[in-house]
C-alpha cells in the first residue's frame, strides 16, 4: 500500500472532525472520497499534508510515518495537494508558475542549487500542451479562466513529481465540459505517471464519470467503500449525503 | 514580449558610464551620492518587490554598514586594524548577518506576517536610531566624523575616493556589480520561487519549500547590499550620524523604491535618483513644503501606479526558458534527451539529498 491511514482522529474543541478513519491507497490507484459538507474531508487532507496534526492515529506513506511531519517535508516525499480554491501563484505566469514546481522536484528544495537548475522545460511543455494550456503560457495565471487554473494546479503538481496527488473538489465551479476535460486530464495522469490520486468532492455526477472506488465519508469516519453504485445504494450513506431517510 | 526594457538597461549604464566626460566634479559627487542610494533601492527591490516582504527597517542594514566602515575606518573595533577595505568588506557581512538572526527572528516559528512583519520592523528602525543616538563611543548623537576614504595607492599614488572621478567610478562600479549579482538571482529560478512566495506563501510551502529559510536568505542577501550602500554612502559623505539607521531613512527608500518601481531592479535604483532630484529642486523652490508634494506623488504612485513610474520602462524580457516562444526553438534537442530519460515517472527523492537541512 501507498497510503495506510489507521484511526485517524481530529478534535476542534468540542468538534470531533475525526473519528477514528481508516482508509488505505495501493500505489497508483484513484480513488474518490465523498461526503456532505462538515464531514471531516478537508481536515484529512489538512492531516496529510502536514498543515494539521492528528490527535489520535497514524498515517503511513510508502513505509513511513509522516503524520507531525512539516508540510515542507511531506511534499518532498512525494505528496501534492490541490487545494479547493485553486492555489496557483496568480501574479506569475503559467510558465513560472510550472518552473516552481519543476524546481522543487529538480532541487527537492534546496537552497543554493536554484540558483542553477530549474528543471528541464521541454517536459513542462509537453504537460502544457498535452493539456491545452500552452497558449497560455506566457499570461499571468490570475488572467487564466477557472478550469484552466484547476488544471494548471494540477499540473504543477505533476511537475512537482508527486506520487500521490490529493485533490481537494477539482471541479468545483467548472462547467460540464471543464469537468469532463478535468476527468480525462486526472485518467491521463494516473495512467502516464503512475501516480496514485485521492480525489475529494461532492458532486456525484464527477463520481460518476470517472468510474473509480469511491469512499464516502460521514460525520468524520468512513462508513462505506465500494463502486459508485454500491455507494449510491447505501441508507446510510443516502440519508446523510443525499438527504433521504433511511 | 518587448525588447524596450533591454535597450533602456543598456543606455541607462552606457549614460552612467559615459557621465563624467560630460559633467564637472562637484556633479560627479552628486551623482556618486545617488548611485549608492540606488544600491539601497535595489536591496528593498529584491526583498519587496520579488519576495513580497514589505520591510520598513531598510535604514536598519544601511546603517549598521555606515556605522561599521566608519568605525573600522578610524581603528575603533578592538581586534581589527583600521583598514577602509576592510571596512567594506565587515560592513557588507555584518549587515548580512543582522538580517540573518532577524530573519531567523522574524520568519521562523510564530512566523510574522504581512502588516505585523512591517510593524516590527518599524520599531526596529526607531528602536536602533535611540540607541545609535545614545551610544557615545559611536559618537552619539553627533556621529563619526573623517571618515578614511577607500584608497587607491595600488593605481595611483595619493590617490582615493574622496576624488570626485575616483568616487564616482567606485560607486559606479558597486552598483553595477550589485545590478548583475541581483539580476542575475531574480531570472534564476531562485527568484521564480522568490516571487512565489510574494504570490502565496502556504502554496510554495506545499511544493515542498521551506518557506521561513527562503525569505531569512532574501532578507540576508537584500540586508548585505543594503548594508554596502551604506558604508560607500559613509566613505562617501565622510560621516555618518544617526539619521542614516533610522526610521526617516527607512521610509525615504521605501519611496524610492515604491516611486521607481519596486519590482524592476533598475527602476527602483532610478526611482532613488528621481525623486532625490526632485526633492532638490523642489526644495530651492517651496523650501520644507517640498515633503508635502513628495508624500503626495508617494501616495498617488502606490495607489495609482503599483508598478511605479519607470517599471514598464526598465522592465527586462523574462529569460528565454520562461518565454513560450523561447522554449520552442530548442524544444527538439532537448526533447529526445528528455524522453530517453522517461521523464514522466515521478522521481522517488533521493534521502541524502535534502539540502538544506531544515
Not at chain 2, 211 to 223: D, E, M, P, Q, S
Amino acid at each position: 500500500m501507498l497510503l495506510e491511514i489507521s484511526d485517524l482522529s481530529k478534535r476542534f474543541g468540542g468538534i470531533r472532525a475525526l473519528r477514528g478513519v481508516d482508509l488505505t491507497l495501493g500505489g497508483g490507484e484513484v480513488k474518490c472520497i465523498i461526503g456532505p459538507n462538515g464531514c471531516g474531508k478537508s481536515t484529512l487532507f489538512n492531516i496529510l499534508t502536514g498543515v494539521l496534526r492528528p490527535d489520535e492515529g497514524k498515517v503511513i506513506f510508502d513505509g513511513q510515518r509522516i503524520d507531525g511531519l512539516a508540510a515542507h517535508k511531506i511534499s518532498r516525499l512525494g505528496i501534492g495537494r490541490k487545494f479547493q480554491v485553486p492555489g496557483i501563484l496568480s501574479e506569475l505566469t503559467v510558465l513560472e508558475n510550472i518552473e516552481v514546481a519543476s524546481t522543487a522536484r529538480a532541487t527537492l528544495g534546496g537552497l543554493w542549487s536554484t540558483l542553477f537548475s530549474g528543471g528541464d522545460g521541454s517536459v513542462y511543455r509537453r504537460h502544457l500542451m498535452d493539456a491545452d494550456l500552452w497558449k497560455y503560457a506566457d499570461q499571468p495565471a490570475s488572467e487564466l479562466p477557472h478550469g484552466i487554473k484547476q488544471r494548471l494546479e494540477i499540473l504543477m503538481l505533476v511537475a512537482r513529481g508527486s506520487r500521490l496527488l490529493l485533490l481537494d473538489e477539482p471541479t468545483a465551479g467548472m462547467t460540464a465540459s471543464e469537468t469532463n476535460a478535468t476527468i480525462q486530464l486526472i485518467n491521463e495522469i494516473n495512467a502516464e505517471t503512475g501516480a496514485a490520486i485521492l480525489v475529494i468532492e461532492h458532486d456525484m455526477s464527477f463520481v460518476r464519470s470517472i468510474g473509480r472506488p469511491v469512499a464516502a465519508m460521514i460525520r468524520g469516519r468512513i462508513v462505506r467503500e465500494g463502486d459508485y453504485d454500491d455507494i449510491q445504494a447505501d441508507p446510510e450513506v443516502r440519508s446523510a449525503y443525499l438527504g433521504e431517510r433511511a | 514580449m518587448t525588447r524596450l526594457g533591454l535597450y533602456t538597461t543598456i543606455i541607462f549604464w552606457l549614460a552612467m558610464a559615459m557621465l563624467p566626460l560630460v559633467v564637472r566634479p562637484w556633479d560627479l559627487v552628486m551623482f556618486s551620492q545617488l548611485l549608492i542610494y540606488g544600491i539601497a533601492a535595489m536591496s528593498l527591490a529584491l526583498i519587496w518587490g520579488q519576495g513580497g516582504l514589505l520591510c520598513f527597517g531598510q535604514a536598519l542594514f544601511f546603517g549598521v554598514g555606515a556605522y561599521v566602515m566608519a568605525l573600522t575606518g578610524k581603528g575603533l573595533i578592538p581586534g581589527i586594524a583600521a583598514s577602509a577595505w576592510l571596512g567594506l568588506g565587515l560592513a557588507t557581512l555584518s549587515g548580512a548577518l543582522v538580517a540573518l538572526l532577524a530573519g531567523f527572528a522574524l520568519f521562523f516559528g510564530q512566523a510574522l506576517r504581512g502588516p505585523y512583519f512591517g510593524i516590527v520592523t518599524i520599531a526596529a528602525a526607531v528602536i536602533v536610531e535611540r540607541f545609535a543616538t545614545n551610544w557615545r563611543y559611536i559618537g552619539g548623537y553627533n556621529g563619526l566624523l573623517d571618515i578614511e576614504p577607500l584608497s587607491f595607492a595600488l593605481i595611483w599614488p595619493g590617490l582615493d575616493s574622496a576624488e570626485p572621478l575616483a568616487g564616482y567610478l567606485t560607486a559606479l562600479l558597486a552598483a553595477f556589480a550589485v545590478f548583475l549579482l541581483l539580476n542575475a538571482l531574480v531570472r534564476s529560478p531562485f527568484g521564480t520561487v522568490l516571487r512565489g512566495l510574494r504570490a502565496d506563501e502556504q502554496r510554495v510551502a506545499s511544493l515542498g519549500y521551506s518557506v521561513g529559510l527562503w525569505k531569512t536568505i532574501a532578507f540576508c542577501i537584500g540586508g548585505g547590499t543594503a548594508a554596502l550602500s551604506g558604508a560607500l554612502f559613509a566613505v562617501q559623505f565622510s560621516f555618518v550620524s544617526p539619521a542614516v539607521i533610522g526610521f526617516a531613512m527607512s521610509t525615504e527608500i521605501l519611496i524610492w523604491a515604491a516611486v521607481g518601481g519596486k519590482e524592476v531592479l533598475l527602476a527602483a535604483m532610478a526611482g532613488a535618483a528621481v525623486v532625490k532630484y526632485f526633492e532638490a529642486v523642489l526644495s530651492d523652490a517651496i523650501g520644507h513644503y517640498y515633503l508635502l508634494v513628495i508624500g503626495i506623488i508617494f501616495i498617488v504612485v502606490v495607489v495609482a501606479l503599483p508598478r511605479g513610474l519607470l517599471g514598464r520602462l526598465f522592465e527586462l524580457p523574462r529569460p528565454q526558458r520562461l518565454r513560450a516562444d523561447g522554449i520552442s526553438g530548442h524544444t527538439q534537442k532537448h526533447r529526445e534527451r528528455a524522453d530517453a530519460a522517461a521523464p514522466m515517472e515521478p522521481r522517488q527523492p533521493a534521502p541524502g539529498k535534502q539540502e538544506d537541512g531544515t
